[in-house]
């Protein structure tokens, strides 16, 4: 039975971005089925099989994961051999301890440089709880890639699910121009280059939908 993977917009949705992104990377089959934010087909759809109401959900035959982390963790499970965490014992458990910080942490980032992969690459002043942020997501980078990352362009080496939970981190950084060092942006680049990525966001460009919240520039967007 086909994997089904419901997800909002893919303009704004950062949190149906990181399995959506996992699976097409490694190589996972799934349908997957857009619902736009704030609509009836959203409530009805998402709420009949989400405990939170929310994206994304994984379901697999008559079992329904949400939570964006929950997914990865059952995919890892059920698709060993695509190694979406590493092998090594330390370099595994390293992961899992980065994405849960992700999972869990950096809300001024989030509230500040909300996910639009369809605003064009624009400075945006931040402030210091954000810097702060920023500084810590690139210290957190550099440590994996200096201890696991050694056997290719991504935080562990291979592309993985630690790399899936910080890719909406990527987009933030990349579409408002955050001011990062040389190794951040090269891992920036690995990520961007990927062909599931030119995917997601060329399907968000395309999306007729905005919606206010996740466009800082309202009324006036770059989107237009």
Known sequence: MTLKLLIGNKKYSSWSFRPWFAMRVAGIAFEEQVIPFESDAFRRDVGGVSGTGKVPVLIDGDIAIWESLAILEYLAEKFPAVGLWPKDVAARA???????????????????????????INRRELPPPVV??????????ADCRARFGKAGPFLFGAFGNADAMYAPVVSR???????????????????????????WVAAGIKEPWLFADDEIDWPKTDNL
């Open 173 to 199: 950084f990349h579409t408002y121009a955050v001011d990062v060092g040389p190794q951040s942006r090269d891992y920036m680049t690995a990520m961007m280059a990927l062909p599931a990525w030119q995917e």
């Open 94 to 120: 390293h992961a899992r301890v980065v994405a849960n910080e992700m999972h869990a942490g950096f809300q001024a980032l989030r509230n500040h440089l909300p996910m639009n992969v369809a605003r064009r």
């Open 132 to 141: 702060a942020n920023v500084r810590r997501i690139e210290t957190l980078w």
